[in-house]
DNA sequence: ATCGAGAGTTAGACTAGTCTAACTATATAT
DNA sequence: ATATATAGTTAGACTAGTCTAACTCTCGAT
């Protein structure tokens, strides 16, 4: 089938809601996602459904059918095998890789993407801790990374796993030095939504709203 | 300015229309080169000259203003980078790669192309032997090599520049064996439009019109 | 100097993706 | 149980890039 990079954009946004929200993805999700009026992503529901990548309701939901999911996952091993070679070839910060992957996912041949995977070594996870699907978009095993609202406070832990996706969340991260591999020391897991950290590198406590610390992995270094 | 891939597209046609046929660039000749049809040619110089990327006279032919060529050698420097990573460092043949980098050209940053060169150690040519531009799309001095039409039968030669963007004649050096690094002893240079060469590696003899020999570069062995 | 073949343009229609305006379904609070 | 706020859909319009059909310009042959 022929997928234009819109549709393709649609069918991500869709993946990545389902796993984040844990809840039916509804119009409006995508269209605050896509920053597209809902009308607009009705209609293109209605294509995507047509096709047979998405399972739409009309006012209750959307899902991912097995074939939707394998054009995403395709997706998602091209972006994050960009994402790769950029930070590990072309020296790109770890917060500047997603947009540039973003593009390039929708342009690149599965040719490019397996010659790719070669050249870098047939990796398992990206720069963030993120998993790659292999060439038959099988996800490798869960990521073994424990989440930061997990801890204690006074644990010392490396951070493996960043969420990068948004970038309000990626610029704070970035802007207070925690990103893949950075030492830190959880000091307070509030119950108010609220994880503070201090980087070994800073010193300098760093406050976290809990749906951010949540999605960070981290692997222990001292307890 | 905002410009589409479509829109990019045929100012690089122009540009190498420009440079093959070396007469006006007509509507014709780009509706063939970009299948598609004429008032599709038309409505697009309109929108291009409006832009005053080209300059378009109608009922007579269209070319390139200095913005339109900018735009364009920014395009021939992704492309030609691109090609070079892709046999260099991912293992395509030289003849698979132009598709790829075609379609990538477009969308690739410049900040990318600027770390792709560096990665690359600033190459001046790719590998089919055409120039590369330099960040600031200046053109590096004219390549040396003489057109295969300019040797003597007897002849040995190494190629060192191949034309690889009409598939029809890619594909016929391909078969044949010749591309870049290939050595060759020129057998004829009929004056029927046709110069027939002899491959080292095949001892086969292989006949070329005029106007594919024409577009081989080729450095001198042994006269 | 003119005529006609062929190249080129104009007119009008279609698609995908977008929008705004108007309408409808859902679900929550009473 | 119902009203109403909010989320979602339908209707209709717009743009870029494409097409076909119809018309017009250009230039070389006479």
Known sequence: MD?????????????????ENGRPVRTGDISTALDVTSPTVTSMLDSL???ELVDYTPYKGVEL????????????RNHRLLETFLMEHLDYSWSAVHDEADCLEHYVSDEFTRRLATFLGEPVT???????????????EK???????EYEPG?????????????DVRDYLSRHRIGPGTQLVVDEVSSIDLVTV????TETSVALPTHVARRIGARVVTK
């Open 3 to 19: 997928l234009s990079p819109i549709a393709e954009d649609y069918l991500k946004t869709i993946y990545h809601l389902e796993d």
């Open 198 to 201: 201090v980087p070994s590198t």
């Open 65 to 76: 059918t097995d074939r939707g999911t394998e054009t995403v996952l395709q997706l998602v």
């Open 143 to 149: 990521s073994p990374y424990t989440a930061l609202t």
């Open 155 to 167: 644990d010392t832990v490396t951070v493996e796993q960043v969420p990068h996706r948004d970038p």
């Open 126 to 140: 990206d720069p963030h801790g993120d998993l790659i699907p292999d060439s038959d978009l099988k996800m490798p």
């Open 49 to 51: 459904d047509e096709r």
